[in-house]
């Protein structure tokens, strides 16, 4: 069964911590200096935080985890029938875990990725340039995409 992932950027982990055991009423799974995981049953959600110098603030991604390859197949389909260019990542090491994943954005940009998690990482890992991703899907559907110079790339961040 699909569980559906959000990741939030914090600027303070413990409060944002409080808060969230505090709005889910159960403690994190996953804790870190800089990252904490709730795996949520009611509602079934992945909803992870973290705290990255000059990583974004609030919702910094959406995604949907699944538990097998067959369900991994089934959304990997689906993300290109999306007709958005797909990222296609492969297996990393992220969020102190080791994962499958790739990843797409939205017309407005809001970035999308799918995974299948198969073990846990002592290290929290990288993301791909996605602010490229998230971009080029935005200015394809802008009216004023012309207008707007071309962004520097950025450094590889955090991921979920």
């Not at 403690?27 to 992945?46: F, G, I, Q």
């Not at 198969?118 to 559907?141: F, W």
Request: proline residues 4%; negative net charge.
């Amino acid at each position: 069964m699909k569980r559906f992932h959000v990741h939030v950027g914090v600027t303070d982990l413990d409060q944002s911590i409080a808060f969230y055991t505090g709005l889910f009423g159960q403690v994190p799974s996953v804790t870190k200096s800089d990252y904490a995981k709730w795996m949520l049953e009611d509602p079934r959600v992945n909803f992870a935080i973290s705290q990255k110098c000059g990583a974004v603030k609030g919702v910094e991604h959406l995604g949907l985890q699944v538990e097998d390859q067959g369900e991994l197949a089934e959304v990997y389909s689906a993300l290109e029938a999306a007709g958005r260019p797909v990222l296609e990542e492969g297996a990393t090491t992220c969020c102190y875990a080791q994962s499958e994943k790739s990843w797409i954005a939205d017309p407005d940009g809001v970035v999308w990725e799918a995974f299948l998690t198969s073990g846990e990482s002592t290290v929290y890992g990288s993301r791909p340039e996605l602010e490229q991703l998230a971009s080029a899907n935005a200015a394809a559907g802008s009216c004023c995409a012309s207008q707007a110079p071309a962004a520097a790339p950025k450094a590889a961040t955090g991921c979920c």
